[in-house]
């Protein structure tokens, strides 16, 4: 099972921006997406966002459509996540995973901490 390790949280004003990595330990298979999920305090983890390994594509959670950007880079078998015009509701911790699909998840890093102050 590959480990993900996540770096990249802070604490940031309202209408900043921070960038999120995760550094998968092996090979991601193609097929596989890769992307984050958050959970605040007292509600259910959610998605977030999610990229293709192969492919590219990407998919949003509609709270985060048009601030927060995922990409990833294949030969660091990286991913990150661009957030910007960040809000206090987007505080959470942050996980990375991976799976088959974003409903499939294989693997979960150990979470980062995002927090957004108003």
């Known amino acids: 099972q590959v480990q993900l390790v996540e770096s990249g949280g802070g604490l940031v004003q309202a209408g900043g921006s921070l960038r999120l990595s995760c550094e998968a330990s092996d090979f991601i298979v193609g097929s596989y997406v890769m992307g984050w999920f958050r959970q605040a305090p007292g509600k259910e983890r959610e998605f977030v966002a999610t990229?293709?390994?192969?492919?590219?594509?990407?998919d949003y959670a509609d709270s985060v459509k048009g601030r927060f950007t995922i990409s990833r880079d294949i030969v660091q078998k990286t991913v990150h996540l661009q957030m910007n015009s960040l809000k206090p509701e987007d505080t959470a911790v942050y996980y990375c995973?991976?799976?088959?699909?974003?409903?499939?998840?294989?693997?979960w890093g150990q979470g980062t901490q995002v927090t957004v102050s108003s």
């Open positions: 995973a991976a799976g088959p699909s974003r409903w499939r998840i294989r693997s």
């Open positions: 990229i293709m390994w192969s492919a590219g594509s990407t």
